[in-house]
């Protein structure tokens, strides 16, 4: 169950809400003014009266490379946002540990705590990358 009290969970819901903010602009100032239009549209929606899927779909029609990075930080925000209220959240989902609050303030998306979130890392990172 969460470990955090009102208190606390305010201060994440806050970071949460500015690095939305923030990755909103981005992706806005990068989209045409069609693809700002279709955006709003997602963005209006109520958080959880759509589902994942929908949205998935939505954003994917948006296609630029160049924002896929930041929908996705986005959708991972939208998504923590939503889980705020759930008794899991802070919860790390691998080993069940309660994640710091400094961590869920810096990163408020993070699912892991920092080991079990570099033990994924290291998982996945012989995915191939680019020309690296
Ligand atoms: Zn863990």
Redesign the pocket.
Known sequence: MSSYSETELQLVREALEQQRQVLTEHIRAGLSESEQNQFAAILGRSAGDSSDEALASSLADLSAARLNLEVRQWRELDAAAGRMASPGFGV??????A?PLARMVANPAAV??????EAHEKTHASQPHGSL
């Open positions: 790390c989902q691998d080993c069940d540990a994640i892991r705590c920092i080991a079990c979130q």
